[in-house]
């Protein structure tokens, strides 16, 4: 009998339970301990349905980030200034293929190939404009759409339409204002209208007019500081002004997935996610080797990124309050879409940290051999081959000087300008800094010690 019981325990027994996953909430917490975040807005929908969306951490004014937070999400805007396109395209308003400029009164540049330039070239980023050519500075004080168009008129093109890729904000930004000019409408009134609206984006908009924005973050070794926005987007720019919420982004991501309400048709929704032959590039939307599509956007206090997976129908969106050297937001995507793979998702370090630490080092060993230098300028005086030895001192200084143009090359000719390197470069910055002036302050004393130690001793002030 007891050895029937034994058996009987032994085949109807549970099995052990296996490992749980971590839940999509647990994970979530667990990138805010790890990437140290102040914070962190997440949605994710699936074949329809909207099956997670929450905050986490704080904003700039200390209140709980929710899904309901308005965040800016940059150049993630695109996907909607393509989706505003196509809703006119649809209405015979737009022709894809026929040139921006027969379109578009007052589109003109200093480079006659800017009339072949089609909307649709506009959209996969294949019309020439690129920030090497266009007068960013002069863009990006335009106080209108229309004015920003008539500021492009002394930019030219680096290569023949449809022949070379090159990420520019400029096609979004005329993308945006012939939504104006085909709608009769601003273009924020237009999105709120015919995107926006329709799909019940209520807190969704382009302007921290219509949608009040808190300030964002920027890390200093370690240290978040509320830093604003600077200027770069104007309000209602088709490049990076969109601002809303999670609960929005839903809304948005099934709406892309070709689930819910429909904008536009199947057969416009297919031409906005399929990749150029140029570059895995569609409209508004980045095709990775996997299929996910995908599209980032980096302001200088705010990230973001969106994400659908054709496969498995989930589609993600991530947002933080604040840009550093690091951008932890498509790490978190790529965890989320591990984990409804079924997959474990892989760490995430804490890079920021490392990196911001390796750069505070660098900036105290820097202005510690600058002191050294400075104390030890007359002795290093005494020495031959001066003038070839005050090279290295001052290369920090042509580092600093170059440095804005460095960081374009770095970043595929994309431009860059001092102001920004006040906000999520900060630490890089400072290092730079310091180096230079502890360069700077070495060449200083021994340019001094050459002359004292020349001097000869008749010719010294007497004490």
């Not at 109807?12 to 996953?21: D, H, I, K, R």
């Not at 105290?364 to 005494?382: D, N």
């Amino acid at each position: 009998m007891k050895l029937l019981l034994a058996l009987t325990l032994i085949f109807w027994a549970p099995a052990p339970a296996a490992t749980p996953e971590p839940t999509i909430d647990a994970y979530l917490r667990q990138a805010m301990d790890s990437t140290g975040v102040p914070g962190l807005s997440v949605v994710v929908t699936h074949n329809g349905e909207i099956v997670h969306a929450a905050g986490y951490g704080h904003d700039a004014d200390g209140r709980p980030v929710t899904a309901d937070t308005p965040m800016r999400v940059a150049s993630v805007s695109k996907s909607f200034t393509a989706m505003a396109v196509m809703t006119l395209v649809e209405r015979g308003k737009i022709k894809l293929d026929e040139p921006v400029a027969a379109q578009l009164p007052g589109f003109t540049m200093a480079d006659p190939r800017a009339a072949r330039v089609t909307v649709r070239h506009l959209l996969n980023q294949t019309s020439g404009l690129s920030d090497r050519t266009v007068d960013i500075p002069a863009t990006e004080s335009a106080i209108s759409l229309a004015d920003y168009v008539t500021r492009l008129s002394g930019s030219r093109l680096t290569a023949d339409p449809g022949t070379h890729y090159e990420y520019c904000n400029a096609n979004y930004d005329l993308a945006a204002r012939l939504v104006e000019v085909a709608s009769g409408r601003p273009f924020g009134a237009y999105l709120r209208e015919r995107v926006f609206g329709p799909l019940g984006m209520t807190s969704s908009a382009v302007s921290d007019k219509d949608v009040p924005v808190a300030e964002g973050y920027n890390s200093l070794f370690g240290v978040w500081l509320p830093q604003r926005e600077p200027a770069g987007f104007l309000d209602d720019s088709g490049a990076g002004g969109v601002i809303t919420t999670a609960a929005d982004m839903g809304k948005w991501l099934i709406a892309q997935s070709g689930d819910g309400r429909p904008l536009v048709t199947r057969q416009s929704l297919a031409t906005m996610h399929q990749p150029t032959k140029l570059r895995p590039y569609g409209m508004g939307w980045g095709i990775e080797d996997n299929g996910l599509l995908v599209h980032s956007g980096n302001l200088f206090t705010y990230n973001a990124v969106e994400a659908i997976s054709p496969k498995t129908g989930y589609g993600f969106a991530v947002m933080t309050n604040n840009a550093t050297l690091y951008d932890p937001t498509y790490d978190i995507m790529l965890g989320l879409t591990a984990l409804t793979e079924g997959r474990t998702p892989e760490g995430l370090g804490g890079d920021r940290q490392l990196y911001e630490a390796v750069l505070g080092v660098l900036a105290l060993v820097a202005a510690g051999l600058g002191v050294l230098g400075v104390v030890r300028a007359r002795r290093w005086a005494a020495r031959r081959w001066i003038v070839l030895r005050l090279v290295p001192a001052l290369v920090p200084v042509a580092v600093l000087a170059a440095f804005p143009d460095l960081l374009s090359f770095l970043m595929n000719g994309r431009e860059v300008e001092w102001a920004q390197l006040t906000r999520f470069p900060l630490p890089l910055t400072i290092t730079v800094l310091v180096a230079a002036l502890a360069g700077l302050g070495v060449t200083i004393a021994r340019v001094l010690a050459i002359r004292s130690v020349r001097t000869p001793a008749a010719e010294r002030p007497r004490s």
